[in-house]
């Protein structure tokens, strides 16, 4: 069945860029909406954005000015880079996919926790 | 963008009880809704989606309801496998929105 596993730091500092790697296995990368999602005790589950198989990305307009998204179809992957972070991107960060633009989250990485402090 | 207010924030019930729990939108999502079932440390679980279906491999016992603003998930008999924190979420409009949780703890 499909497998998201998550790859990337969990530790940062402030001002630094947080980077990480979704890896999907056991389905196709084509056709689904490939998307970052983060939680924390302040702010709950918070989307952030979302990019297809194309490369044509949504974010959330909270976050956007320091979010950029990038896939890689060959190596069924895709990429999340928020940059300039701060105490409070501290976070469990989750990739999910979407089969279609009104679909809900069938799909979930295991999450990583990324702390930013200095 | 759009507030998803779910109720009550925790419970408290026993084996067997009837759970529900209700979400409710800030404008019409139509039945763009989903429920989600969250243990500790673990990953959200989709339960349902287009507000009412029930996702492969779900107890029967999980059953979701309403459209528009008003949204409900119910659980006709708690099992202990059920304790866990429940999430509404919403993907009608950008940006993606979710509920606040709802705890189900042991009476």
């Known amino acids: 069945q499909v497998q998201l596993q998550q790859r990337g730091a969990g530790l940062l500092k402030p001002s630094e860029t947080l980077a990480l790697t979704c890896v999907v296995s056991g389905g196709p990368f084509s056709d689904y909406y490939w998307t970052w999602i983060r939680q924390s005790p302040e702010e709950g589950l918070e989307w952030i954005g979302e990019i297809d198989h194309t490369g044509s990305t949504t974010y959330n307009p909270s976050l956007a000015s320091r979010v950029t998204m990038s896939v890689d179809p060959p190596t069924s992957q895709f990429s999340l880079q928020l940059t300039s972070v701060t105490a409070a991107d501290t976070a469990i960060y989750f990739c999910?996919?979407?089969?279609?633009?009104?679909?809900?989250?069938?799909?979930w990485g295991q999450g990583t926790l990324v702390s930013v402090s200095s | 963008d759009i507030q998803m207010t779910q109720s009550p924030s925790s419970l408290s019930a026993s084996i067997g009880d009837r759970v529900t729990i209700t979400c409710r939108a800030s404008q019409d999502i139509r039945n763009d809704l989903g429920w989600y079932q969250q243990k500790p440390g673990k990953a959200p679980e989709r339960l349902i989606y287009a507000a009412s279906s029930l996702q492969s491999g779900v107890p029967s016992r999980f059953s979701g309801s309403g459209s528009g603003t008003e949204f409900t998930l119910t659980i006709s008999s708690l099992q202990p496998e059920d304790f866990a924190t429940y999430y509404c979420?919403?993907?009608?409009?950008?940006?993606?929105?979710f509920g606040g949780g709802t705890k189900v703890e042991i009476k």
């Open positions: 979420g919403q993907q009608n409009t950008y940006p993606l929105t």
């Open positions: 999910a996919r979407r089969d279609h633009r009104k679909s809900t989250l069938g799909h």
